[in-house]
């Protein structure tokens, strides 16, 4: 049971606080005076605890306290009702993150919970099952003191999953900011690859425009994933190739890395980092198709995994065709690029 009682409250004990001397007049705020409810809220009081409650808020959302969660990449934010979960018994500042010294940041009349696995994880786990990667966290309360408590300790996980096989394919010219793919996955959260080429194997320079290479130039392309970890995540090239169209599956093609490894029936190609980081590093000898326009379109086939299994890079040793991909195998996107 709640009262709304604040405003005649606080005005009483305003009356009563006030002292006035011969020089100076002393005002002491009341605490629900200091609340700074917004517009839609009113300031009460819960089992003696003033706050801001909903007040004529006839409707309420389905979801818990209004649970509203943001994914991008490997950061992640939880908005909730600042005055449900006031109304229900938590105040803001006993609600925290895994972490207990990441507490929820006040934006209007809702409480945010955020991280970011590449400036502050705030206990953020990271898993794996066959099918998706999963950033997880939960927001919690501190451990309750005192004798008695009339509320329940509150846990609310949130995650942030990326599903397995996601091919596309987006052809651009070789300007020197890359093909850009933007994954839009529903609600589960999105990141970019780009397939950047560089002039040498320093990937200082880049490429810009409609650059004319000649034949048996050695190129040197970098393929990345933004907005992970790279600590964490690793991006593994499993295969790339060029068309003399913009066809990934035209019939004629010349494989330049397969299951991981250079083509053995081209020497120029070499694998300079692959499955170590978020970034991998490949080149070759430029050519032409015989019979075709001078372009040719480059693609590749890449995946994810997480470092942590140190299943994401392998040796090209061996018998390559015996080679088996890692079992770690969560998220698969094919980029393209024109030259």
Same mark, same amino acid.
């Given at each position: 049971?709640?009262?709304?009682?604040?405003?005649?409250?606080?005005?009483?004990?305003?009356?009563?606080?006030?002292?006035?001397?011969?020089?100076?007049?002393?005002?002491?705020?009341?605490?629900?005076?200091?609340?700074?409810?917004?517009?839609?809220?009113?300031?009460?009081?819960?089992?003696?605890?003033?706050?801001?409650?909903?007040?004529?808020?006839?409707?309420?959302?389905?979801?818990?306290?209004?649970?509203?969660?943001?994914?991008?990449?490997?950061?992640?934010?939880?908005?909730?009702?600042?005055?449900?979960?006031?109304?229900?018994?938590?105040?803001?500042?006993?609600?925290?993150?895994?972490?207990?010294?990441?507490?929820?940041?006040?934006?209007?009349?809702?409480?945010?919970?955020?991280?970011?696995?590449?400036?502050?994880?705030?206990?953020?786990?990271?898993?794996?099952?066959?099918?998706?990667?999963?950033?997880?966290?939960?927001?919690?309360?501190?451990?309750?003191?005192?004798?008695?408590?009339?509320?329940?300790?509150? &846990?609310?996980?949130?995650?942030?999953?990326?599903?397995?096989?996601?091919?596309?394919?987006?052809?651009?010219?070789?300007?020197?900011?890359?093909?850009?793919?933007?994954?839009?996955?529903?609600?589960?959260?999105?990141?970019?690859?780009?397939?950047?080429?560089?002039?040498?194997?320093?990937?200082?320079?880049?490429?810009?425009? &409609?650059?004319?290479?000649?034949?048996?130039?050695?190129?040197?392309?970098?393929?990345?994933?933004?907005?992970?970890?790279?600590?964490?995540?690793?991006?593994?090239?499993?295969?790339?190739?060029?068309?003399?169209?913009?066809?990934?599956?035209?019939?004629?093609?010349?494989?330049?890395?397969?299951?991981?490894?250079?083509?053995?029936?081209?020497?120029?190609?070499?694998?300079?980092?692959?499955?170590?980081?978020?970034?991998?590093?490949?080149?070759?000898?430029?050519?032409?198709?015989?019979?075709?326009?001078?372009?040719?379109?480059?693609?590749?086939?890449?995946?994810?995994?997480?470092?942590?299994?140190?299943?994401?890079?392998?040796?090209?040793?061996?018998?390559?065709?015996?080679?088996?991909?890692?079992?770690?195998?969560?998220?698969?996107?094919?980029?393209?690029?024109?030259?």
């Amino acid at each position: 049971m709640f009262f709304m009682e604040c405003p005649l409250l606080c005005l009483a004990i305003l009356l009563f606080m006030k002292t006035t001397t011969t020089t100076t007049t002393t005002t002491t705020m009341a605490p629900c005076q200091i609340l700074n409810c917004a517009l839609d809220e009113v300031r009460t009081k819960i089992n003696g605890v003033y706050g801001c409650g909903c007040g004529c808020i006839t409707t309420r959302s389905q979801n818990i306290y209004d649970a509203i969660e943001t994914c991008s990449g490997s950061t992640a934010s939880l908005s909730l009702s600042r005055c449900e979960l006031f109304e229900a018994g938590y105040s803001a500042d006993v609600l925290h993150l895994n972490d207990p010294n990441c507490k929820g940041e006040l934006q209007n009349n809702r409480l945010v919970f955020s991280f970011d696995s590449k400036v502050n994880m705030c206990g953020t786990t990271l898993e794996n099952n066959s099918t998706h990667i999963v950033f997880k966290n939960n927001v919690g309360t501190t451990d309750l003191t005192g004798e008695i408590s009339r509320t329940d300790a509150l &846990n609310i996980t949130f995650s942030c999953v990326y599903p397995l096989i996601q091919n596309i394919s987006m052809p651009t010219t070789i300007e020197g900011i890359g093909g850009v793919i933007s994954k839009y996955l529903s609600t589960e959260g999105s990141y970019q690859i780009t397939m950047i080429p560089y002039t040498d194997a320093t990937f200082q320079f880049p490429l810009f425009g &409609n650059v004319t290479l000649e034949v048996n130039h050695q190129m040197y392309i970098a393929v990345q994933v933004d907005q992970f970890d790279s600590t964490q995540i690793g991006l593994v090239l499993d295969s790339c190739w060029a068309t003399p169209f913009n066809q990934i599956d035209y019939s004629v093609r010349w494989d330049l890395i397969s299951n991981e490894c250079p083509n053995p029936n081209d020497g120029t190609v070499a694998v300079l980092q692959n499955g170590v980081s978020t970034t991998s590093y490949f080149s070759f000898r430029m050519f032409k198709f015989t019979g075709f326009s001078n372009k040719i379109y480059l693609h590749c086939q890449v995946h994810l995994c997480l470092l942590q299994t140190g299943n994401c890079a392998q040796p090209c040793t061996g018998d390559l065709s015996r080679r088996r991909r890692a079992v770690d195998f969560y998220d698969s996107a094919v980029i393209s690029m024109e030259f």
